[in-house]
């Protein structure tokens, strides 16, 4: 496809689950981004790779969070021992690298932690 | 206090209505700004782009950045149905070497028929 993609696009997991999200951006795009989006919230900033070198986490909520972009392409983002506050959205955007802010988001993965 | 601050809404204006969509912003030192559509259960799109001061206009859309007030605003003319959306206000931070937006709280705008 031409856009980005992620998977699932819901979630539903216990407290304590370990859960796992994917992200296929756009094809060619240096530039990966997660970003988390809490209900009634903006997008809050997690973590960016430029191809596979996370440049920048300081945006993880602690150290149950977890993200690889091994091969520059696909990202996982991973959650382990899920709580109650992890339950939000989960953005990935792509884009070329540059400077425009000009991101293109997927449609996020909706996380329910029971 | 949050770098980017905007009102959550809702927002209900009648079709054909002029809307008026704002945030402020706290640090002077901030130059990019972007207005971003949310529609529900999607991800974010870019709508406009602005540098600095002034206007941009691109079809019914214009936004405005006033940076001696730290004033951002998006006007929507002749209002649609299908411009019910989030509305997300965003800067560009430029000191991290990448793209790192910070997005305002955004403004849910719902248009009548």
């Known amino acids: 496809g031409a856009g980005v993609s992620q998977s699932p696009r819901y979630k539903v997991a216990k407290r304590g689950q370990d859960v796992a999200l994917r992200c296929d951006p756009i094809s060619g795009h240096v530039s990966l981004f997660w970003y988390q989006q809490a209900l009634g919230q903006g997008p809050e900033f997690l973590t960016y790779?430029?191809?596979?070198?996370?440049?920048?986490k300081s945006g993880l909520p602690s150290d149950r969070f977890f993200a690889e972009r091994p091969e520059g392409s696909v990202s996982t983002l991973k959650i382990q021992r899920t709580q109650q506050e992890d339950s939000a959205v989960y953005l990935c955007?792509?884009?070329?690298?540059?400077?425009?802010?000009?991101?293109?988001f997927g449609e996020g993965s909706r996380l329910t932690v029971l | 206090q949050k770098e980017v601050e905007q009102d959550p809404g809702p927002l209900s204006v009648p079709e054909g209505a002029i809307v008026s969509l704002n945030c402020t912003y706290s640090n002077s030192a901030f130059q990019y700004f972007m207005w971003y559509r949310q529609y529900s259960r999607k991800g974010p799109e870019l709508l406009m782009y602005t540098y600095s001061s002034g206007n941009k206009e691109d079809g019914r859309f214009t936004a405005q950045v006033d940076k001696s007030s730290k004033y951002i605003s998006l006007f929507i003319r002749d209002s649609q149905p299908s411009d019910s959306a989030t509305y997300l206000c965003?800067?560009?931070?430029?000191?991290?070497?990448?793209?790192?937006?910070?997005f305002g709280t955004g403004t849910r705008l719902l248009v009548s028929p």
């Open positions: 965003a800067t560009l931070l430029m000191n991290t070497g990448f793209q790192k937006l910070v």
């Open positions: 955007a792509s884009s070329f690298l540059g400077y425009t802010g000009e991101l293109f």
């Open positions: 790779f430029q191809n596979e070198a996370q440049l920048d």
